[in-house]
Structure formats: C-alpha cells, structure tokens
C-alpha cells in the first residue's frame, strides 16, 4: 500500500495523462493543489513511485506516464464508478424509452450507444442460452408449405426460423401444433424439452420438425456478439500497428467472448477492470477493458463492456457501463 501522499501523487499523474496523454511533470503535481509541497517533494515521491513499479520515465527529461501497476491502484482506489453526466444520463434514457424490436436489433444498437458513450469499442455478449426457458412458441402459416416457428425464450431471446412442410398444413392443424408445443415446452429449456407424440400423424410430423429446427437456430444463435464503434480504436492510439492489431482481435469472435467472460470471472463486484497485461492477450498489451454482467428476471443473461487504451478514463467508463448493463437488463425482462 501506498501512503497518503504517493497515492495523491499517483492519483494526480493518473488524472492529468488521462486528459492530456503527455508525460505529467513534478511541477504540475505541485500546482495541482491536492498537496501542500514543493516540486522538489513531489520529484522525490515520484521517484519512489517509479522505482515501485507505479510510474515510468519515456524520456530522462520528460515526466511520467502511468503503468498497469499505476493504473490498476487508481482503479481499486475508486469507491465508486462515478457518474454519467446529464447529456448522457438523458441519452441514456431516452435509447431505452423507444427501445424494441428483435433482441439482435436491440443488442447491437446497445453496443452503439456505449461507444457514443465512451467513444471506445463497445462489446455486447447475447444471453447465455444456458438455462433459459421457453417463455411461448407459436407456429404460424406463411404459405401452403411454408410455416414460421417462434420460441421466445426467458432470458429476453427470440428464436425463429422458417419450416418447409411436405403437405398442405391448413391454420386448424397448426393452432393443434402450436397448442401441443406449448404444452410440453414452456417452462423447460428449449434443448431438453421432450414432444411427446400425439397419435395423429401430420401433427406430430410437425411438432416434431418444429421442435427440431428451433433447436437447430438455438445452437447457431450461441455466443452472439455485438461490437460498436470499432473505427473509434483509431483515434485512441497512437502506433497504427496497435490500432491494426486491436481490430483484428475484434473480428476474432471466439476470442473476444473468452476474454469477456474470463474477465467477469475476475470480480466479485462489477464493473470488472482488467487493464493491460492483465488480459493475457498479447495484441491487447496497451488496453483495458471494462465488463458487467446484465440480468434478465435476476438472473444473469450477458455481458456489456467497453475496451480502449490503458489511459481510457476508468470513472466514466465503468459509469457507462454499470448504468447501460442496469437499464438494458431491465428492458429485456420487460419483455
């Protein structure tokens, strides 16, 4: 731990190479005010911070910069994730206040609304189908032929994909369908619920198929992610090798969904901040990210996040993302 004064320092440091991505000089410590010092002090102190591993000298004549070691006691220092300003609380408010559509839809749209938020690349993880019960499935005509099966499931997804048929199904006998379906799959888990026959052939043909092709859409539907406002990596980085690398872990599904959750497995309270060396991911050396979980009807469905640099702004970007994880949970257990 750090006493009183080098936390001030490194919390001084921290703040202004956020703001300014310049190295922060002793003199500017100094004239913060946090501390009543002379720069002579404060050069001492930042000595001993670099010396611990807190700050790094880019150039002898130059200030400090932080590192992940600096970074991450900053970060631990928060209370709390600080606060979205009026604008963006309004934004914030008025996005979920029209918010509707296919949860795909609304997904993605969230990943954009983060990044506006942020303006770093906003990850949004679909709802874990793991658990998830059939909330109501329907089969509906489209043509002769041709019929739409939907499932909504309980954690906010909508499973739906189309079924061709081998015979004429009029509307009566896919009502009889859909009434069987819901009988027997409500309330289980789409993948384990069990049709049982009804002893009329066309109908079981068809509870059968329907059955099985929402099974199908839900194995393909695993693992859905969402990611907005990519092109902003750009300005937040300096090197484009960094940038390049960055956007090609990004196209990197499997990856990036690993990353997320190995992440939130990290905290035992949320926002969950891994900076830096901490995400194992050598591309990602220079960024943070930060996550929290959404729930849907208390129980944890996805997971919402932003990555930037290392010298993101923490207050605001856990604040961003505690309060978009909070009102979209909400919305998707509002049906």
């Not at 750090?2 to 922060?24: H, N, S, W």
């Not at 807190?54 to 209370?79: C, E, I, N």
């Not at 609380?89 to 979920?96: E, G, K, P, S």
């Not at 990519?230 to 990353?259: G, K, N």
């Amino acid at each position: 731990m750090l006493d009183d004064r080098k936390a001030a320092i490194l919390r001084v440091v921290v703040e202004e190479y956020i703001q300014t991505a310049q190295p922060v000089g002793s003199a500017h410590v100094a004239r913060s005010g946090v501390m009543a010092v002379s720069p002579a002090t404060v050069r001492n102190e930042m000595a001993v911070l670099e010396h611990d591993g807190y700050l790094v000298q880019p150039h002898t004549s130059a200030g400090r910069v932080p590192t992940d070691k600096g970074y991450r006691f900053f970060v631990d220092q928060l209370t709390e994730p600080g606060s979205l300003p009026a604008a963006q609380r309004h934004l914030v408010r008025d996005f979920f206040a029209v918010a509707h559509g296919e949860l795909e839809q609304m997904l993605h749209d969230t990943s954009t609304l983060l990044s506006r938020l942020t303006d770093y690349a906003a990850v949004v993880l679909g709802p874990a189908p793991e658990g998830a019960t059939v909330r109501s499935v329907q089969v509906v005509g489209l043509g002769p032929r041709v019929a739409l099966v939907v499932a909504v499931l309980s954690n906010g997804a909508v499973e739906k994909t189309t079924l061709e048929l081998g015979e004429d199904v009029g509307e009566e006998r896919l009502a009889a369908v859909s009434a069987h379906l819901s009988a027997h799959m409500v309330g289980r888990p789409l993948a384990d619920a069990a049709v049982p026959a009804t002893g009329d052939r066309l109908t079981d043909t068809v509870a059968d198929a329907s059955r099985d092709v929402l099974v199908r859409q839900h194995d393909v539907d695993r693992d859905q992610m969402f990611v907005g406002g990519a092109s902003r990596m750009a300005s937040a980085f300096d090197a484009v090798d960094t940038v390049r690398q960055v956007l090609a872990i990004l196209e990197q599904q499997y990856v990036v969904v690993s990353l997320v959750r190995e992440v939130l497995e990290q905290g035992a309270e949320t926002p969950v901040v891994s900076i830096g060396a901490e995400l194992g991911v050598q591309p990602l050396a220079e960024c943070s990210i930060v996550v929290a979980p959404y729930e849907v009807e208390g129980e944890q469905a996805g997971t919402v996040g932003v990555l930037g640099p290392t010298r993101m702004n923490y207050p605001q970007a856990m604040a961003a993302v505690a309060v978009v994880s909070k009102r979209l949970g909400r919305r998707l257990s509002e049906g």
